[in-house]
């Protein structure tokens, strides 16, 4: 078994909590995606699982061993990072071997592993080329490769995507994913992008200021967010948030079933705002992506984003009606801003 666990973890410098009270499973063998904006302690976390920083409190498990006190060599762990990492002054074929010669493995097993990670991530013919003389998506294959030939209990990815364009991003982080479901690796990825955490995780732990906000599988985190800032971050665009309060039953013209005079937020995804409604508002910006148009239009003194058929865009300046069904509509509790499940 391979799980990881955070029990009551906590990270501080001098008089700074950057993590207070995490509490986190993972399970054997998932892909776990670790989501925030930046300053979180997202990556904070996952230098703590590879013992690259100290914790203050709390206790961290691999496999169901505390792992604390542990050096980074001796947790069983390989970490794919940002900026690759490589060697400069060594070929391909070097960079994978590197840590296997520091562990003593013999050349026989070295050249198996190293051959079977070129084939899975189709670098083979580079083996005896340098860094320099690699594409950047190039490059962060021969770094998940030497992650791969080291056989860890735990893969850790540090936002290896971040440095590569967006073509590449998507390409890539569909070979991670493949990767992972084919050895059944145990893995935790950290990213700013929620569209890769949706994408990516088995599970996605969203997390703000240190704290964890939900952890569920992304369509959990999407369709039943726990509170407005998951509502906000999870979503491209941005779930529409409306400040209302309940009177006749309805709020921003709505029906809730919430008791009058009671302050609450609307949540509506961009994508249930329909044409042909009770809402009137007045188109700002239209942008056409293509398939379809993200219009941002301002109604009463809220700003809305819908999203139309690109043959069906209205022009800036015109005035829209808009329909949600109320079915669709988030409610949070205007204070506290957590969710509101109600029947």
């Known amino acids: 078994m391979s799980d990881v666990s955070f029990t009551d973890v906590a990270k501080?410098?001098?008089?700074?909590?950057v993590i207070e009270h995490l509490d986190l499973h993972i399970d054997d063998g998932e892909l776990m995606v670790l989501v925030g904006p930046s300053g979180c302690g997202k990556?904070?976390?996952?230098?703590?699982i590879a013992g690259l920083e100290e914790v203050s409190a709390g206790t961290i498990a691999i496999g169901g061993r505390a792992v604390n006190h542990l050096p980074p060599k001796d947790r069983d762990i390989a970490m794919v990072f940002q900026s690759y990492a490589l060697y400069p002054h060594m070929?391909?074929?070097?960079?994978?071997?590197?840590?296997l010669r520091m562990r003593g493995v013999a050349r026989e097993e070295m050249n198996k592993r190293v051959n079977r990670a070129a084939d899975m991530l189709a670098i083979g013919h580079?083996?005896?080329?340098?860094?320099?003389?690699?594409?950047?998506g190039q490059r962060q294959r021969v770094a998940v490769g030497r992650a791969i030939v080291r056989q860890p209990?735990?893969?850790?990815?540090?936002?290896p995507l971040s440095n590569l364009d967006a073509k590449l991003r998507v390409q890539t982080r569909a070979e991670i994913t493949k990767l992972q479901q084919t050895l059944g690796t145990t893995s935790v990825y950290v990213t700013h992008d929620q569209i890769e955490a949706m994408t990516m995780g088995n599970r996605v732990t969203v997390m703000r200021d240190g704290r964890i906000q939900q952890v569920g599988t992304p369509r959990e985190v999407y369709e039943k967010?726990?509170?407005?800032?998951?509502?906000?971050?999870?979503?491209?665009?941005?779930?529409?948030?409306?400040?209302?309060?309940?009177?006749?039953?309805?709020?921003?013209?709505?029906?809730?079933?919430?008791?009058?005079?009671?302050?609450?937020?609307?949540?509506?995804?961009?994508?249930?705002?329909?044409?042909g409604g009770e809402i009137r508002a007045t188109?700002?910006?239209?942008?056409?992506?293509?398939?379809?148009s993200i219009v941002y239009a301002t109604s009463g003194t809220e700003k809305l984003a819908a999203i139309f058929d690109p043959h069906e865009t209205p022009r800036v300046g015109e005035t829209i009606s808009l329909?949600?069904?109320?079915?669709?509509?988030?409610?949070?509790?205007?204070?506290?801003?957590?969710r509101l499940d109600v029947a």
């Open 12 to 17: 501080r410098y001098g008089e700074v909590t």
């Open 43 to 48: 990556s904070t976390a996952l230098r703590m």
């Open 91 to 99: 070929t391909v074929r070097e960079n994978l071997e590197f840590g």
């Open 126 to 136: 580079l083996l005896d080329r340098k860094p320099k003389d690699l594409s950047g």
């Open 153 to 159: 209990a735990v893969f850790l990815f540090d936002e």
């Open 225 to 275: 967010p726990a509170n407005v800032f998951v509502a906000q971050f999870i979503g491209t665009p941005p779930m529409n948030l409306i400040h209302a309060t309940v009177a006749d039953g309805k709020a921003f013209g709505i029906p809730v079933p919430i008791e009058n005079g009671r302050r609450i937020v609307l949540g509506i995804r961009p994508e249930h705002l329909v044409h």
């Open 283 to 292: 188109v700002d910006i239209v942008e056409p992506i293509g398939h379809e």
């Open 323 to 338: 329909h949600v069904e109320p079915a669709r509509v988030h409610l949070f509790d205007a204070d506290s801003e957590r």
